[in-house]
């Protein structure tokens, strides 16, 4: 699973074109997909460990712009502590650079390093608190890296920082470029979640059609109309987004959550 596919992609090819390492791109990319891949499914523990390596990666962005060398991934000799208190001292690297974005990091490794869950004592498992925690604030990264990196105007920027942190669909999958919702639903909700799945943008009909299950494709044009009738998408010049009110819908029936 990659973040959101639309939002992955514009993400990737900003940050390579702002001239961030492809490995590190990519190994920051894959950790944080696998991370909320995880957490999506319930399988908290790991995510320390997936927390750990997108801490590394970002790092190594961080020492890039500011020291215009980071360490090689797989260098032994790489401590993120050193590296934050390195950056720290960086008097021409921005704040977010040099204190906001580390010291967030920190929390993040800090967790993976020193919370031994297996030898606590008081009887409270702290695996779910601490994933919800190392993910957020790698939500929170995320979108602090999108707005340093990315070319886009401040509304696309802004638009694509809410698909990255916000659009994750546990039971959604890819195959080929086209996602498959692992889930039956009635062919209404069966949209709506593919709406809130794509993002912002909306999809063409024609897309949407392709999407579907075969069964759903002679009617999608009227069950589309019979939803923005309701206000729950919007359709026009044959592109379907999803409302406010659709999207609300979508979580408050807790469409996107696996069986």
Same mark, same amino acid.
């Given at each position: 699973?990659?973040?959101?596919?639309?939002?992955?992609?514009?993400?990737?090819?900003? &940050?390579? @074109?702002? /001239?961030? +390492? %492809?490995? !590190?791109?990519?190994?920051?990319?894959? *950790?944080?997909?696998?991370? =909320?891949?995880?957490?999506?499914?319930?399988?908290?523990?790991?995510?320390?460990?997936?927390?750990?390596?997108?801490?590394?990666?970002?790092?190594?962005?961080?020492? &890039?712009? @500011?020291? /215009?060398? +980071? %360490?090689? !991934?797989?260098?032994?000799?790489?401590? *993120?502590?050193?590296?934050? =208190?390195?950056?720290?001292?960086?008097?021409?690297?921005?704040?977010?650079?040099?204190?906001?974005?580390?010291?967030?990091?920190?929390?993040?490794?800090?967790?993976?390093?020193?919370?031994?869950?297996?030898?606590?004592?008081?009887?409270?498992?702290?695996?779910?608190?601490?994933?919800?925690?190392?993910?957020?604030?790698?939500?929170?990264?995320?979108?602090?890296?999108?707005?340093?990196?990315?070319?886009?105007?401040?509304?696309?920027?802004?638009?694509?920082?809410?698909?990255?942190?916000?659009?994750?669909?546990?039971?959604?999958?890819?195959?080929?470029?086209?996602?498959?919702?692992?889930?039956?639903?009635?062919?209404?909700?069966?949209?709506?979640?593919?709406?809130?799945?794509?993002?912002?943008?909306?999809?063409?009909?024609?897309?949407?059609?392709?999407?579907?299950?075969?069964?759903?494709?002679?009617?999608?044009?009227?069950?589309?109309?019979?939803?923005?009738?309701?206000?729950?998408?919007?359709?026009?010049?044959?592109?379907?987004?999803?409302?406010?009110?659709?999207?609300?819908?979508?979580?408050?029936?807790?469409?996107?959550?696996?069986?």
């Amino acid at each position: 699973m990659t973040p959101t596919g639309s939002a992955s992609s514009a993400v990737e090819a900003g &940050w390579l @074109a702002a /001239g961030i +390492p %492809t490995d !590190l791109v990519s190994e920051t990319l894959q *950790a944080y997909a696998e991370a =909320k891949r995880r957490f999506f499914l319930g399988d908290f523990m790991p995510n320390a460990i997936e927390g750990g390596r997108f801490t590394e990666a970002v790092l190594r962005i961080l020492e &890039w712009d @500011a020291k /215009g060398h +980071p %360490t090689a !991934l797989g260098d032994s000799k790489f401590k *993120a502590d050193q590296v934050i =208190k390195q950056l720290e001292s960086i008097a021409t690297a921005t704040d977010s650079i040099r204190l906001h974005i580390p010291r967030a990091l920190r929390v993040i490794y800090a967790i993976r390093n020193k919370r031994d869950t297996g030898h606590l004592t008081d009887g409270i498992d702290p695996n779910i608190q601490d994933a919800t925690l190392v993910i957020a604030v790698m939500d929170w990264v995320m979108a602090e890296l999108v707005r340093l990196y990315h070319s886009a105007s401040p509304a696309e920027a802004q638009a694509l920082i809410e698909e990255l942190v916000t659009r994750e669909v546990p039971m959604i999958e890819v195959f080929n470029g086209k996602p498959r919702i692992l889930k039956d639903l009635r062919a209404s909700e069966h949209v709506l979640v593919l709406l809130y799945w794509s993002g912002r943008l909306g999809v063409s009909m024609d897309a949407l059609s392709e999407w579907v299950p075969t069964g759903m494709r002679t009617n999608l044009r009227r069950t589309v109309n019979q939803l923005h009738a309701k206000h729950m998408v919007h359709f026009e010049d044959n592109v379907v987004r999803l409302t406010m009110l659709g999207a609300r819908h979508v979580i408050d029936k807790k469409l996107i959550r696996p069986l």
